[in-house]
């Protein structure tokens, strides 16, 4: 996103007049869920200074919100498992996780869905999109049952690519091997984790067939405040 995010990380580059990240703040406050864990890392000084402790958007509930700040207290990003993990002695037992990044305005966070996952015996439960043009090979499959699955490259079935929109339960990252909290500033991926939770048939999912992209050039973000839709939808995968 060079040279715009030089200057401005990009969860508030501004995507049709608000910070991208606003987009799914406000969904989230929408859904009722007004207790939001914020990570930081590249410019992360600039997030909390925009939005504070506290932030009322006209039609929805007061939104509290609070910092784990990668950048600040380790020099980097912990990716994304570390940075959950990192975060973890702040969130619920089950908790949503999407990216700042990741523009998908028709996503609806509800209640329900997080209630049916919680009473669930998956670890897991994953928002996938049928695969984008840049990603062919997809990253998942998906069963009738709703479990997610861990195919190899090219096998028949891998039709599917991760949104960065879940659910989880703290469970999920009991074994992974970095103690609650991240002491240590430790850099974990999120795939491993979750390819080896479906081996064990721990990740459930379903399709998310609503507009979605990932913000990740400039070009998308011109697109995406010129048009209504972008032209073409386009999703980074996880490998």
């Known amino acids: 996103m060079r040279p715009l995010t030089d200057s401005t990380p990009k969860p508030l580059l501004r995507v ?11 969904a989230l406050a929408r859904g009722g869920f007004v207790r939001q864990l914020v990570n930081t890392a590249w410019l992360g000084e600039q997030i909390p200074a925009h939005f504070g402790e506290r932030v009322h958007w006209a039609g929805l509930p007061e939104v509290h919100i609070r910092y784990s700040h990668e950048g600040q207290d380790f020099g980097r990003a912990l990716e994304t498992a570390g940075g959950i993990v990192r975060a973890m002695p702040g969130l619920d037992t089950v908790f949503w996780v999407v ?16 209630q049916r996952f919680a009473t669930s015996a998956a670890l897991a439960h994953l928002w ?12 998942f499959g998906l069963s ?4 997610v699955l861990n195919l190899p490259p090219g096998a028949a079935g891998r039709d599917h690519t991760f949104s960065t929109i879940a659910l989880y339960k703290q469970a999920f990252f009991a074994d992974c091997g970095v103690p609650t909290g991240n002491p240590e500033g430790v850099a974990l991926a999120l ?10 048939g721990q990740v459930t999912g379903e399709v998310y067939a609503g507009d979605w992209t990932d913000v990740g050039t400039p070009q998308r973000l011109f697109f995406l405040n010129r048009y209504n839709r972008l032209p073409i939808k386009k999703l980074i995968g996880i490998h």
């Open 16 to 26: 049709r007049g608000q910070p991208l990240m606003q987009w799914p703040m406000q």
């Open 128 to 139: 996938l999109v049928p695969n984008p043009m840049h990603n062919p090979g997809g990253d």
């Open 99 to 114: 990216a700042g990044d990741v523009f998908a305005p028709d996503f609806v966070f509800s209640d329900p869905a997080l």
């Open 144 to 147: 009738a049952s709703g479990q």
């Open 191 to 200: 795939a491993p984790l979750l390819r080896a939770a479906m081996d064990q």
